[in-house]
T-cell receptor, first 111, second 114 residues
């Protein structure tokens, strides 16, 4: 069985500050890993995905994530937060056709 | 269509009633998923279809929940004898079926059971 743990249900940063959202996974096989973003009253949009091609993955809107096998982590970062980044972020792990999500981290950006 | 379409976007019903939620996936996507998202939670897996068959229905909470995909495209999630605890956003997603591919989500159907 596979699972995802997102540390911190709520993260608050100032505009322009570094964003770091944490994700740790558990998987019996090399996983595919994803970060999705959800804006209020909308569905989930893909930010980026790891599929073993490169450990540092760049996504949309300036986000990136690094796969660290030794730490079973896939943390999401952005060097400088923007007000428009305020949303809910979900980490997910996929093994074949089984995709499981973390509980999510709500990002607040203060002016 | 261009994306995953879900109807209705909002459904309010009374306890004990029957509800159907519809999902129209991206054209050509063979894999279709249903998730349930409660307030403040991540999406919870319900059922996965590959083509017309339910390849994994282990996430359905009980026998009041049922889903079909008769022609391998549109899917309907059916909930019988609704309970207040069924209130949530029901998300549908589709995928091309390639290993490691992302899921494309609809905007969800918000179900409120009074």
């Amino acid at each position: 069985a596979q699972s995802v743990t997102q540390l911190g249900s709520h993260v608050s940063v100032s505009e322009g500050a570094l964003v770091l959202l944490r994700c740790n996974y558990s998987s019996s096989v090399p996983p595919y890993l994803f970060w999705y973003v959800q804006y209020p009253n909308q569905g989930l949009q893909l930010l980026l995905k790891y599929t073993s091609a490169a450990t540092l993955v760049k996504g949309i809107n300036g986000f990136e994530a690094e796969f660290k096998k030794s730490e079973t982590s896939f943390h999401l970062t952005k060097p400088s937060a923007h007000m428009s980044d305020a949303a809910e972020y979900f980490c997910a792990v996929r093994n074949k056709n089984d995709m499981r999500f973390g509980a999510g981290t709500r990002l607040t950006v203060k002016p | 269509g261009a994306g995953v379409s879900q109807t209705p976007s909002n459904k309010v019903t009374e306890k004990g009633k029957y509800v159907e939620l519809r999902c129209d996936p991206i054209s050509g996507h063979t894999a279709l998923y249903w998730y349930r998202q409660s307030l403040g939670q991540g999406p919870e897996f319900l059922i996965y279809f590959q083509g017309t068959g339910a390849a994994d229905d282990s996430g359905l909470p009980n026998d009041r929940f049922f889903a079909v995909r008769p022609e391998g495209s549109v899917s309907t999630l059916k909930i019988q004898r609704t309970e207040r605890g069924d209130s949530a956003v029901y998300l549908c997603a589709s995928s091309s079926g390639t290993s490691g591919g992302e899921l494309f989500f609809g905007e969800g159907s918000r179900l409120t059971v009074l």
